[in-house]
């Protein structure tokens, strides 16, 4: 297994492109099996969970083939779905893959999908993707750790109203709605810029959707869509990563292809904390104002509140600010994983619940330390971007899930980081 080998301590100065995001790709890549038309995507990063999501509906019968031209050019065409099961094997590796559901619901009238499994982030159900889909009709049935469904006559428009927010509850029903009779009104739906970028894809599919983005959208079923040319949205969190890899090497760093307003909360939060945030040419540059950072407080919060992506990231940033930072973690049980390995980093950091109170520290010290999930990873190579000697970073396959070329684009910018198989 590969690890990362990190030698702190460099400021980082140059620009970094950032990629298209993984979590408008995934569900866009589920969207082209609602129409047998080819689908063209764009900017679609070249990271695992993308891999995986491709590997996944090549076997519901989509061929995806990379089209040169414009970076991550993908074009998928279904001219007809030839299974409406998503295995085991593929779901458990990527939550995401239930995003399938709804499209094969409304494109075949059934789907049989494996359950995901718990993760290290918590049990992170699906049970509102299923009550929305009972709502518009479907019968669903757990059947030896699969979810059977079926909606022989098609699905119907429904009011549904979720108890909280979910962004992949609401892109199922959304594409699911897209093909049903009648209109779908989702209320309290997920608001975040994915999902906004989702229904570009559907509307340019012919797809009658309004209120993407706010916590009404309402979908109102065509006969059928048709292909379309759509590019996926920059990564905000990926953004927000490189612009906290400044700031915590107090250095500079030109964050292209990302709009400074994409950073959402997370922009007001990291200027509170002393980070210089200026919006430059297609894009932002993001650097350690005065030299020194304040300690501030972050809840995670469904968009637009300050997204639980780019929590243990904050939390790196904080472990070298001056004063404490409380950061409580709102959205996922057991999102601290970090914690204990920022603590074997020389990080002061006390957690009571879903609260990390930490404690600045001078600086932080290299150690060998374990990646558990995506974001959890990445806080551990940024804190050890900012420490003083060698970190070592086992388990770092949770990174090649969501990060594009890493290592690659840190070394660029004068970051000493290896990969050592
Ligand atoms: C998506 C993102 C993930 C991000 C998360 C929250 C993708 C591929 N992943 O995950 O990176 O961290 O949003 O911003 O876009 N819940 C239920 N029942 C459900 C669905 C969700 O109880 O049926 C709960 C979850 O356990 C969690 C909360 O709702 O506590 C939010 O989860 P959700 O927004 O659905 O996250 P994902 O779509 O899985």
């Known amino acids: 297994m590969d690890r990362l080998v990190v030698t702190g301590g460099v400021p ?26 080819p689908v063209e995507l764009e900017n679609v990063p070249d990271v695992v969970d993308v891999g995986s ?22 074009r998928l065409f279904t001219p007809e779905l030839v299974s409406v099961e998503a295995p085991y094997d593929l779901v458990r590796r990527m939550r995401a893959s239930v995003l399938v559901l709804g499209p ?7 789907a049989r999908v ?43 428009g429904a009011e549904i109203e979720f108890p909280q927010p979910s962004v992949g509850a609401t892109e199922n029903l959304v594409m699911a709605a897209t093909l049903a009779r009648g209109t779908t009104r989702i209320v309290n739906a997920a608001r975040e810029p994915e999902i906004v970028d989702l229904a570009r894809l ?19 079923g065509v006969e059928r869509l048709a292909g379309a040319r759509h590019a996926i949205l920059p990564d905000r969190i990926e953004a927000g990563t490189y612009a906290i890899a400044a700031a915590i090497t107090g ?26 945030l200026r919006e430059a040419e297609n894009g932002f540059e993001a ?62 950091i006390t957690v009571h619940g879903g609260s990390a109170l930490v404690r600045g520290v001078e600086r932080l010290k290299g150690a060998p330390v374990m990646a558990t999930d995506l974001r959890a990873s990445v806080s551990l190579v940024l804190a050890a971007l900012a420490a003083e000697g060698r970190t070592e970073i086992n388990r770092i396959y949770h990174l090649d899930r969501g990060y594009e070329s890493l290592e690659r684009k840190l070394a660029a910018v004068g970051a000493r980081i290896e990969r050592v198989p």
């Open 104 to 110: 094969l619901l409304a494109r075949a009238g059934r």
């Open 114 to 156: 494996s359950l995901p499994g718990g993760c290290a982030i918590g049990p992170r159900p699906v049970d509102l993707h299923l009550k929305g889909l009972e709502r518009m009709g479907a019968t669903i049935d757990l059947v030896d750790g699969y979810i059977e469904a079926t909606a022989p006559r098609g699905l119907r």
């Open 287 to 348: 650097a350690r104002a005065n030299g020194v950072l304040e300690g501030v407080d972050v809840v995670t919060r469904p968009y637009p509140g300050f997204a639980t992506d780019l929590q243990a990231q904050f939390m790196a940033l904080m472990c070298i600010a001056r004063g404490a930072a409380m950061i409580t973690e709102t959205i996922f049980e057991n999102r601290f994983m970090h914690v204990p390995e920022l603590m074997r980093m020389g990080a002061r």
């Open 251 to 276: 250095g500079r760093l030109k964050i292209e292809n990302a709009p400074l307003e994409l950073l959402g909360a997370a922009r007001e939060k990291l200027v509170e904390a002393g980070v210089e």
């Open 53 to 74: 999501m491709l590997r996944l509906v090549q076997r519901l019968g989509t061929s995806a083939t990379h089209v040169g031209g414009a970076p991550g050019r993908i």
């Open 202 to 220: 559907l509307l340019a599919m012919g797809a009658k959707i309004e209120g993407a983005g706010t916590d009404v959208v309402t979908v109102e």
């Open 12 to 37: 980082l100065h140059g620009t970094v492109r950032i990629s298209g995001a993984k979590n408008a790709a995934l569900p866009a890549i589920a969207a082209a099996l609602l129409t047998d038309e």
